[in-house]
């Protein structure tokens, strides 16, 4: 594992934004892992300004998306589908041939679960997912539980996670109470992953997944020592308590 701690959220997002374009830039077909929330934000605002000045392209790359909320479609504000089109697709050249979500409307759920890992598999694993952290350790919507799911599942989301997300929503009721997500075989499979952290609010949880001694299902990012090519960047804040800790 590397570790890269930067003094700004700008500089971590842009150093992000560097390894996506590294990808980009090296294969024919790169395949490209993005997920959402707030955290990746910084990062896609980083490419589209590359974008803009003719530093980077996405016309030849594919995208697979973390997860998506069970029961919204692609027009719902809440959606990942819509954040990944305002955040960062309706400004740069992907073909939108190329860009997969999990369908959260889908008639059978469990269908287009198997659909997306079959999907995945079919393009030869992911060259670089990008991830961000919940407070209670989640990947994607990958929750605390008793075991790691491999392939792309139903989960049920933790309350924590939809406390967090409430702001995003109307109100903690209006938060979906499940979700499709990537497993984490999927997760593992892909040839390199990056973990941003950013901002106070994950000193603790980066403290704890940064100084654990196993490897945890109750806590889903632990699962991440076990890559051979995982870089962690975090701003000075999400570092605070890992830093103090490794220097008593
Ligand atoms: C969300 C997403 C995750 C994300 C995490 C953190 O619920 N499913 O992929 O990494 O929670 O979100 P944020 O970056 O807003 O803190």
Redesign the pocket.
Known sequence: MKIVITKSKQEASLYVAEKLMNVLASKEHPTLGL?????PKGVYAELINAYTKNETSFHHAVTFN??EYLGLDLNNKQGYAYYMQENLFKYVNFNPDNIHIPNGKASNPEKECQRYHELIKAHNDIDIQL????TNG?I??NEPSDQFYLATHITTLDEQ?RKS?ARYFDSLEAVPKRAITMGVGEIMDSREVVLLALGEAKQDIMEKLLNSKTVDPKLPASVLHLHRNLTVVMDEAAAKKYNKKVRT
Do not use: K, S, W
Not at 35 to 39: D, L, V, Y
Not at 131 to 134: E, P
């Open positions: 997920a959402t929330g707030g955290t973390l997860d991830l961000g952290i919940g989640h994607g919507f996670t997300n």
